[in-house]
């Protein structure tokens, strides 16, 4: 995101929490080494795809870039602020979530810069609503550019808690599908470890998950203190 962007993100998120929430409570340990979290945010994709991308880390004011790959691919962790906006709106509050993802050239221009954007609100003190409120007005008005196409993210990591039951659920291919419907996939549960749509189903920002379940003992990763 760029330098302008990321002021007006930041000034925003001030003006839309209550002083009470202007600090946000994000404990120090929410924040890892950043040896500790490149190692998380690489083992969420093969090493075809994580031994070339490029690799963000969380801090406080948001999420910066640390090594600069060549694949067009970008890997980092994303916490609570990814959860789905109508059906995880509980995770919010949860600081247990860990989602290590790696995008494609094509998600890394549009969804992952909605997740910068969510993480900048959140880390403000943004709550649920007030987030994704910004998130639709960000698409509106083109800070934000919605997906013109189907593409791809990788969520294969055996570090990734997605909820407080589920865990690290199955390693997933997250299909971006813009307008896709659950029915369309055949009406699956989140629970059946079937393709599912769980995030925003029929509008631009639907996006569907594929258990890769050939991948049962997932990709551990390295950590280095």
């Known amino acids: 995101m760029k330098r302008g962007k990321l002021l007006f993100a930041t000034s925003l998120a001030a003006a839309l929490v209550s002083p009470a929430l202007a600090e946000s409570e994000v404990g120090a340990d929410f924040f890892w080494p ?36 060549s694949n067009g691919f970008n890997c980092l962790v994303l916490r609570q602020w990814s959860a789905a906006f109508d059906t995880q709106r509980e995770l919010f509050e949860w600081e247990g979530l860990v989602a290590p993802i790696c995008y494609d050239p094509v998600t890394s221009a549009s969804s992952m810069q909605e997740q910068f954007l969510r993480a900048e609100l959140g880390l403000a003190g943004a709550d649920h609503d007030a987030i994704r409120a910004e998130i639709m007005s960000a698409y509106g008005d083109g800070r934000l550019r919605p997906l013109e196409r189907t593409a791809f993210s990788y969520m294969y990591s055996g570090a990734q808690r997605l909820t407080p039951n589920a865990g690290h659920w199955h390693p997933h291919l997250m299909v ?23 995030e925003a189903p029929g509008t631009f920002r639907a996006i569907i998950a594929i258990p890769v379940n050939g991948r049962d003992g997932h990709i551990q990763p390295q950590f280095e203190e």
């Open 34 to 69: 950043e040896a500790r979290e490149i190692a998380i945010a690489r083992s969420a994709a093969p090493e075809t795809v994580s031994e070339n991308a490029s690799y963000w880390v969380l801090l406080p004011s948001g999420y910066r870039q640390v090594v600069t790959g």
């Open 176 to 198: 971006h599908a813009p307008y896709y419907t659950n029915d369309m996939l055949g009406g699956n549960s989140f629970t059946s470890g079937d393709p599912v749509v769980f």
